[in-house]
């Protein structure tokens, strides 16, 4: 199993889409990451976490499951960091690859030690850029395909039935 635990901010105070969208309204800024996930997960099969830390969310630690993705807010006074490295201590076994997203030099440094791998925001930016290019691609080549009729017919014919299917005459 792979699972990819996403340090939420850094993240976010990365990309330029998420980093200027944190400015206006920081709540969708976060959904949105968790919508891009949420299609890195689906695509890749990967498990997803992403942490924040209760610097902007005060309160208690909150865990949640949202389009499939597990998000998790750090009690307060725990940073993202703190909750990554005891995730990653929690995960790591001999079946399970653990892959931290961040671009936290000391982060990564730390979760190198515990055995896990690291993806920087911008690897992350280029493979969920990739998985979209994949994704319109194969949309693209399914809406080109059409279905084949099983009465071989003239393009006069077809041409005709369209114009009835849509109510032209």
Do not use: C
Not at 41 to 53: E, K, N, P, S
Not at 140 to 159: C, R, T, W
């Amino acid at each position: 199993m792979i699972v990819l635990v996403v340090d939420g901010y850094n993240i976010i105070g990365d990309w330029d889409e998420l980093k200027s969208l944190s400015e206006r309204d920081l709540e969708q800024a976060r959904s949105r990451l968790i919508e891009m996930l949420a299609e890195y997960q689906a695509y890749t099969g990967h498990r997803v976490i992403v942490v924040f830390d209760a610097y902007y969310v005060r309160g208690v630690e909150r865990f949640y499951n949202t389009l499939q993705v597990e998000v998790i807010f750090t009690r307060e006074k725990e940073t993202a960091d703190d909750k990554i490295e005891k995730l990653v201590k929690d995960l790591m076994n001999v079946k399970t690859k653990v892959y931290v997203a961040t671009s936290d030099y000391a982060e990564q440094w730390t979760i190198f030690s515990q055995g896990a791998l690291r993806k920087s925001a911008r690897e992350l930016a280029i493979e969920i850029n990739s998985i979209d290019k994949d994704i319109r691609q194969n949309l693209e080549k399914q809406a080109d395909v059409k279905p084949k009729a099983k009465i071989p017919l003239s393009d006069d014919v077809l041409k005709k039935f369209e114009n009835w299917r849509r109510g032209n005459n």
